[in-house]
């Protein structure tokens, strides 16, 4: 199949101008090895300086780029537009308010993160100069999946939970509270399960899945929320049925 | 317009930012720090980096060793007293990393594991498989959240120091989100924006990397120095300019010509040994075998691509299992933008403009000639690079002068109490403002996005591997003609909101600026040194030029250039030996 | 003018139409409508067991009607379902790991069905003694 051009129906919102977003179309010639983040650069460069997007590392790892591309939460440097057909339609992430054009409002997602505590919480406090801590590679491979989230919010925006709650703390932001509760150097899980645990936290997860299927990096959500749920309910029993015990 | 009062204002979040705001707000918890970034500070492109970071921590290893690695890496351009510090300071900081729960990859017993690289003479590179940039950035990002001191500045594009009798006072900084400028106060400022490789066509760097906090200091007078040194790497995906880390010759790839030879042998590399030899071979340095790549496709033993041509770097020895495990982001990436998985086929590489050694002159202590302003990260110049850096070092300086600039910037705090006057303060505010006003009212006939692809042309053409006078004269006053173009540059967008032709007009200005500082200093360096070869001087002459080139700004004009010396404490300069020979 | 972002309304009802990962959840979700209609079905069973033969012969008699039959035909239906969806996600929740080694997802999902499969036996041959 040879194509010599390809439309793209890109979603504009500017808050200055317009009350009501509305889709415009723009024909641009078509190469097999171009990113849609590459067919929105030579709009930008060549057809519509107007258009606003986000993007800077064209490699799928600062995980700017992410757009609902035909509907799906996709990452525009890692989509070809030669697996799409003659018209692609681009349009900001779901689930997020639109500040402009494809760009949206992320205030929320990084609130959530922070509130969760993802950092080490080390109640020993061995001096730096006694070197590193040690960890086997066995002890690294329970959680290091978990830290390949690069907080594109592609979950976020396929989550039909968060779309309807928007308490729910989410699927990044949870799996990486996961990460940090699963390492080996981490003594921080009950202050991170205050917050985890609660309504907002992993019970809001009804195991949709969705966050998994669209996630640029496999670092698979859904999984860690569900074995969230499990710490989460044996931190529960063991503090009601064992309040003697110190978990 | 709006004031935010802080202590230290830290411009770009990316590695050296986090680490600096950390560093800060640990050495003095009641600190304002403002924490402003043109990106969400993962975003930044730290995250892209890969292979590892430099540290001795092993038996065998000394800190003398990674000192003169790194000196005769830079081809002895590089200050002794810096690197004697940084070859000192990195394992302590690369542990603080570990505490802070960097996935360093281990070893068996839990220790951490280390890699060899480039043109380093032990294994001393900590990784975390081969995304080791992207773990630094999130942990820092992470850690950071923990320290209530730092208020983050998401998304604000700073255009201009404030400086106030000789002082650095604070900077303005453009909401991105409302098109808002606000004057951020503050008696300490640090930059940590990172380097400016999209002042070229094909780069490893990402869109933000466009020399901006360079740009900011050197308006101001402070110096941009050996700007003319500018990394290739030695292997990029031929049609994005993707990064392949170093990481996998580190562990064992090849590079081989169209006939299937390993060409570095005859570059003085050899000898060709099946296993991967330290500081010889694909374990050379960057400059060498960028160089290297050049001559091949000089004597037509490149192999033709589609979008270029590349030599092979091949992994398949290596074998599946150590490929995911050591390298799984290499696999993807070629997998996905090359269309070639490496555990099959050998992978197309060709060298890519990767890092800019130069940058703003700062001292030891990350200070910069202008009082209450620091730099640290790519875009200062302490200089531990030198000529040329060595992979795996600038991770590792991130770390290491981000944390000293925190330090600084807090102590030079502590040590002035006296603000300027608001009314002073506001009357500086009023030429970034006229400066956005100008480019949104401009209506002359050019757009940025041609400019800019005119100065990218010139570049790789004038001041690209190798370079002469010829060649950079021409891109001197290509890029003056631009310079005068700019002028009468249009926006379309003449919104407030995420104006993004507006931004790229910022940084399309700031990458002109730096670009002439890098034109400017390799005219002036009529030698060949580490990364800047000069094909009509193809001897280094450290009679003349054992110098740092200094670019200063002067309105309207070139770049002024002067020389200031290389501090020598105990490496006399001498030939780079690299491949058998090397010791 | 300044409307500022744009919050794009979802419908609380429709969502869910909107794609099909979210169509093939609902399912997965009716599915226990089914099966607690079953299981209120057997409950009833045993009550009318308790009033003795007469009553229960008249509910084995419904279940065994034309619309009884197809009650529990497509009860079934959607038990299978819902137990094969489960058992394939079941690997998410439940992690095995040796050293670095992870248990492979198909033990996991292989596990449930062999559980499945001698609850079944089990079940089967109390019933037929």
């Known amino acids: 199949m040879s194509r010599e051009t390809i439309e793209l129906v890109v979603f504009r919102y500017n808050p200055e101008t317009d009350c009501e977003p509305a889709y415009q179309r723009y024909q641009i010639p078509y190469h097999h090895d171009w990113l ?55 349009e900001p992430l779901a689930n997020f308010p639109v500040e402009r054009d494809l760009i949206v409002n992320q205030d929320d997602f990084m609130s959530k993160l922070a509130s969760v505590k993802p950092y080490i919480i080390d109640t020993d406090d061995v001096p730096l100069s006694e070197g590193e801590e040690l960890q086997t590679p066995a002890e690294l491979a329970v959680f290091d999946q978990y830290t390949g989230c690069i907080n594109c919010l592609l979950c976020y925006s396929a989550c039909p939970q968060y779309s309807l709650s928007a308490d729910f703390i989410g699927p990044a932001a949870l799996t990486l509270a996961h990460r940090y509760n699963i390492d080996s150097r981490d003594d921080g899980f009950r202050q991170r399960e205050e917050r985890v645990g609660s309504d907002d936290g992993v019970w809001q997860c009804s195991f949709v899945g969705a966050c998994s299927e669209v996630c640029p990096k496999g670092v698979d959500p859904a999984a860690a929320i569900q074995q969230g749920k499990i710490t989460s309910a044996a931190h529960y029993f063991k503090k009601h049925l064992m309040p003697w015990s110190d978990s | 317009m709006q004031m935010v009062s802080t202590d230290i204002a830290i411009v770009g979040a990316g590695g050296a930012g986090l680490r600096a705001a950390i560093a800060a707000a640990e050495h003095n918890p009641s600190l304002r720090i403002a924490l402003i970034s043109k990106v969400y500070p993962m975003r930044s492109h730290t995250v892209a980096a890969e292979g590892g970071a430099a540290g001795v921590i092993k038996a065998g290893d000394s800190l003398d060793d990674h000192f003169n690695d790194t000196v005769a890496g830079g081809d002895w351009l590089s200050d002794q007293d810096a690197v004697e510090l940084f070859v000192e300071t990195a394992p302590k900081e690369l542990t603080q990393m570990e505490r802070w729960g960097c996935p360093w990859s281990r070893q068996e017993d839990g220790h951490v594991a280390v890699r060899p690289f480039g043109g380093m003479k032990m294994e001393r590179t900590w990784f975390a498989t081969d995304k080791t940039g992207f773990h630094l950035l999130h942990t820092l990002f992470q850690t950071s959240l923990k320290y209530p001191p730092i208020q983050r500045f998401d998304e604000y594009y700073c255009i201009d120091l404030v ?233 590792t300086e991130i770390l290491v002068f981000g944390a000293r600039a925190g330090r600084a910037a807090a102590e030079y705090r502590a040590g002035n109490d006296d603000r300027p006057k608001e009314s002073e303060l506001r009357r500086q505010a009023t030429k970034p403002r006229s400066r956005i006003a100008n480019l949104m009212q401009g209506d002359g006939k050019e757009q940025v996005s041609v400019l800019r692809r005119e100065m990218n042309t010139a570049m790789e053409s004038g001041a690209g591997i190798y370079r002469s006078e010829d060649s950079l004269q021409s891109t001197c006053e290509t890029l003056e003609a631009l310079c005068r173009r700019y002028a009468n540059l249009e926006l379309q967008d003449k919104s407030n909101v995420y104006n993004t032709d507006l931004i790229q007009a910022l940084e399309l200005g700031a990458m002109l600026d730096v670009a002439r500082t890098i034109a400017v200093s390799a005219l002036g360096r009529t030698e060949s040194r580490g990364s800047h070869q000069r094909l009509d001087h193809v001897e280094r002459d450290d009679g003349n030029f054992l110098t740092h080139s200094m670019a200063r700004f002067q309105e309207g004009n070139e770049p002024q250039l002067k020389y200031k010396p290389v501090t020598i404490t105990k490496s006399q300069p001498a030939q780079r030996v690299y491949g058998g020979a090397a010791k | 003018m300044n409307t500022g972002p744009l919050v794009r309304q979802i419908s609380r009802r429709q969502w869910w139409l909107g794609a099909s990962r979210y169509r093939r959840y609902m399912v997965r979700e009716l599915t226990s409508l089914f099966i607690g209609a079953f299981a209120f079905a057997l409950i009833v069973g045993l009550w009318r067991l308790s009033q003795g033969a007469q009553a229960f012969s008249a509910w084995l008699d419904a279940m065994h009607s034309p619309a009884g039959l197809a009650f529990n035909g497509i009860a079934l239906a959607a038990a299978l379902y819902h137990s094969v969806t489960w058992f394939n996600v079941a690997p998410k929740a439940i992690s095995v790991r040796i050293g670095t080694f992870k248990l492979p997802d198909s033990i996991i999902s292989g596990a449930h069905y062999a559980g499945w499969l001698l609850v079944s036996i089990l079940v089967l041959y109390l019933v037929r003694v």
């Open chain 1, 36 to 90: 849609v983040l590459d067919a929105l650069n030579y709009v930008k460069d060549h057809l519509d300086r107007s258009l606003s997007y986000r993007w800077s590392c064209h490699m799928a790892v600062c995980g700017s780029c992410g757009m609902m591309i035909n509907g799906e939460p996709t990452l525009t440097c890692k989509a070809f537009v030669r697996d799409y057909a003659d018209s692609i339609r681009i």
């Open chain 2, 163 to 395: 400086v106030i009798d000789g002082r650095c006072e604070g900077v303005v900084a453009l909401e991105m989100r409302t098109g808002k400028l606000i004057l951020f106060q503050a008696p300490a400022v640090i930059i940590a924006t990172g380097g400016a490789g999209r002042i070229f066509p094909f780069t490893t760097n990402g869109a933000a990397n466009t020399g901006d906090g360079m740009a900011l200091a050197y308006r101001r007078g402070v110096p941009l120095k050996d700007m003319e040194f500018v990394q290739y790497h030695p292997t990029g995906l031929p049609g994005t300019g993707i990064l392949i880390t170093e990481a996998a010759r580190g562990e064992g790839g090849i590079l081989v010509n169209k006939d299937g030879y390993r060409y570095l042998q005859d570059y003085d590399l050899g000898p060709p040994d099946p296993w991967p030899r330290k500081k010889a071979m694909e374990l050379g340095p960057r400059d060498r075998l960028s160089q290297a790549f050049w001559q091949e496709q000089q004597k037509g033993r490149t192999v033709a691509w589609p979008s270029g041509d590349v030599v092979h770097l091949d992994l398949r020895h290596l074998g599946e299992k150590k490929i995911d495990a050591r390298l799984p982001l290499v696999r993807e990436l070629s997998s996905t933008y090359e269309n070639v998985d490496p555990v099959r086929e050998p992978i197309p590489v060709r060298p890519v403009v990767h890092y800019t050694m130069g940058g703003i002159d700062t001292d030891i202590n990350t200070a910069t000639p202008l009082s209450g302003l620091f730099a640290a990260g790519e875009c200062a110049c302490v200089s531990i690079n030198g000529a040329n850096r060595l992979g795996s070092n600038s991770l």
